[in-house]
C-alpha cells in the first residue's frame, strides 16, 4: 500500500497492533457466534498495519497483489462488518479507515488527524460526547451517533519541522 513512514515512532512494531486487534476480533466473534473469516481477519490486518487511515481501494489493490481476487463489493461488505462489530471506525473526511483503539466497546469516535503525515489517533472521552448530546438535547434534537475528526500537526511532525 502507498502510505508515507509513520512519523512518531521509529521503533514502533506494528505487529503488535495487528496482534491485538485479531485477538479482540476472534474473542468478540466467538462471544457473538460470528464467522471471522479469512479476507475479514486480512482487511483488519490491512487497516491495522499502520496508524494512518486507509482507504478501501488501497486495501483492494494490496488485496489483489497477494492475488485474493477480492472483488469492490467483497471489500465494502469485509468493512462493514468490521465497522458494525465496533473493531475499526471510518474517517469520513478522508474516506477512509482506522483501527478501532476499544474494540468492541461502545464509544464514540473522536480522532486527532495529522495533516503532514497523516496518522490518527482515536480519543476516549465521554465528557465531550456528553457535552455535545446536551446541547443537542436542548434544541430537541437526539444524537444517534457522532464522530469528531480533529485536524492539525502531530508531535513527531511539530519536532521534526
Known amino acids: ?33 460470528l464467522r471471522f473469516t479469512p479476507l475479514r ?20 489493490d494490496e488485496l489483489r497483489n497477494e492475488e485474493r481476487g477480492s472483488a469492490p463489493p467483497t471489500v465494502y461488505r469485509a468493512l462493514d462488518f468490521l465497522i458494525e462489530n465496533g ?15 476499544h474494540p468492541g466497546e461502545s464509544h464514540r469516535g473522536f480522532f486527532l488527524i495529522c495533516g503532514e503525515c497523516g496518522n490518527a489517533e482515536e480519543l476516549q472521552s465521554d465528557g465531550v460526547a456528553d457535552t455535545i448530546a446536551a446541547s443537542a438535547s436542548r434544541r430537541g434534537f437526539v444524537a444517534r451517533d457522532m464522530t469528531l ?10 519536532r521534526s519541522a
Open 1 to 33: 500500500m502507498k502510505r508515507p513512514a509513520k512519523a512518531p515512532s521509529q521503533s514502533h512494531d506494528h505487529r503488535h497492533c495487528i496482534e491485538d486487534a485479531i485477538a479482540a476480533a476472534e474473542k468478540l466473534c466467538a462471544v457473538k457466534g
Open 149 to 158: 475528526e480533529v485536524t492539525g500537526t502531530c508531535a513527531g511532525c511539530r
Open 87 to 101: 473493531l475499526i471506525h471510518r474517517i469520513e473526511r478522508m474516506n477512509a479507515f482506522i483501527g478501532c483503539s
Open 41 to 60: 481477519r486480512r482487511v483488519l490486518e490491512l487497516v491495522w498495519s499502520s496508524h494512518r487511515p486507509v482507504g478501501a481501494y488501497a486495501l483492494l
